[in-house]
């Protein structure tokens, strides 16, 4: 197929892609064999995703669900062409996500090789929002990879009957409570650091995709929100205690923005650093 296709951004377990055609007329692309497992958001245009027996109609708010290891074709509706979003993970995530979702009718229907899935305000925002930290270079690859997980678990969780567990069953606390000590004291250590979901998940010796999951089942917190918790903390605590100026305790905290630092902290405490800081330094002891 004519197209431009760009990386924008590449962690250890997915890669997202920038897809611009080139086309212009109502033709059907040449065979083409799909190497990794995709989920891929529509942002203009109108195509028919060709695979095997189904011709899926995709325009914008629908997400192509692709296996690996089959061809496809694509035939333009229109002269408009078609742009698209692709989050592609490696082969190894694959076989973990296989582990959670593969007895679900999607994955083991054999003739169903891809699916469409149209988007929710909640689906459209994520992928919204995990492509302007990436465009803007202002997200922490910790935040891009705890939403790029959370998109995972909205889109698959929409297409298949699995329902997560939120108990906390004792074998997953004789198995995983070492897990969640280990992570609490690696993020508490290196709050400062641009950390990644790879490097603590590796830290603690078990996957990306299980450790976001079983970090948010014994927390109620994703990792991004417990790190984000330590850094304002951090800050309240140099407000309360320091002179030191907004910006210094911003970046002292981890931040790597003051815009960011003030709309985190506005949200949690319910007003902006400076106007906190005049109001603990009036309070009577």
């Known amino acids: 197929m004519d197209a431009d296709i760009h990386t924008l951004y590449t962690s250890s377990f997915y890669r997202i892609l920038d897809f611009k055609c080139r086309c212009v007329d109502c033709r059907t692309s040449k065979p083409e064999y799909n190497e990794a497992f995709c989920i891929s958001f529509v942002r203009k245009g109108n195509f028919l995703f060709n695979i095997f027996r189904h011709s899926l109609d995709s325009y914008t708010g629908c997400v192509l669900i692709t296996k690996p290891g089959y061809e496809r074709t694509v035939t333009h509706a229109h002269s408009v062409p078609d742009e698209c979003t692709i ?30 899935y149209k988007t929710n305000p909640e ?4 992928h ?49 409570l070492s897990t969640i000590e280990l992570a609490k004291h690696y993020i508490t250590e ?15 010796h078990v996957s990306p995709f299980h450790f976001s999951r079983i970090f948010k089942t014994f927390t109620q917190s994703s990792p991004h929100q417990f790190l984000l918790t330590i850094r ?20 002292s905290s981890g931040f790597n923005s003051i815009e960011h630092f003030t709309t985190a902290f506005r949200q949690k405490y319910k007003c902006p650093p400076a106007r906190y800081r005049t109001q603990v330094s009036i309070t009577p002891l």
């Open 128 to 176: 919204f929002y995990i492509a302007r930290l990436i465009l803007t270079n202002t997200g922490t690859r910790l935040q891009v990879d705890n939403l790029v997980l959370e998109m995972i678990h909205k889109v698959l969780g929409a297409i298949t009957d699995h329902t997560p567990e939120d108990a906390l069953h004792p074998r997953l606390k004789l198995q995983h």
């Open 232 to 251: 304002l903390k951090h800050a309240e605590m140099l407000l309360k205690d320091t002179v030191l100026p907004i910006g210094d305790i911003a970046f």
């Open 190 to 204: 290196h709050y400062t650091d641009d950390i990644s979901l790879q490097e603590v998940a590796t830290h603690c």
């Open 123 to 126: 689906t459209e925002f994520l």
């Open 87 to 116: 989050f592609e993970f490696t082969a190894g995530f694959y076989t973990v996500l296989l582990e959670r979702y593969g007895k679900t009718g999607f994955f083991t229907n054999n003739d169903l090789h891809s699916t469409l």
